[in-house]
């Protein structure tokens, strides 16, 4: 059974920052795509950051130079940081775990956790 589980969401100023954590479970992890993912009310998901199985690294422009993605394989944990946070950034943010062999598609989420950014 996979399982992606979420932690490191919370309530935080304006300015602030956090580190959220994601730890996979039943799933090769060092062959899988990461990626941070986030949805605020009646808005669609979007992709925050992604990290590739090589660790390449890719943003959304409203984040660059404020969020990392990185990727721990030894501890099958993925990390976003989160500095200088905007009330912009509050949403529910997901991880996602994504492979793609011999044509099949293997794509998992994680349960979200919710961020806030409020004064």
């Known amino acids: 059974q996979v399982r992606l589980v979420e932690s490191g969401g919370g309530l935080v100023q304006p300015g602030g920052s956090l580190r959220l954590s994601c730890t996979a479970s039943g799933i090769i992890f060092s062959t899988y795509d990461m990626g941070w993912y986030r949805q605020a009310p009646g808005k669609q998901r979007e992709l925050v950051a992604g990290i590739s199985s090589g660790g390449s690294t890719n943003y959304v422009d409203s984040v660059k130079g404020r969020f990392t993605i990185s990727r721990d394989n030894a501890k099958n944990t993925v990390y976003l940081q989160m500095n200088s946070l905007k009330p912009e950034d509050t949403a529910v943010y997901y991880c996602?775990?994504?492979?793609?062999?011999?044509?099949?598609?293997?794509?998992?989420w994680g349960q979200g956790t919710q961020v806030t950014v409020s004064s």
């Open positions: 996602n775990a994504r492979l793609i062999l011999l044509g099949i598609k293997y794509d998992f």
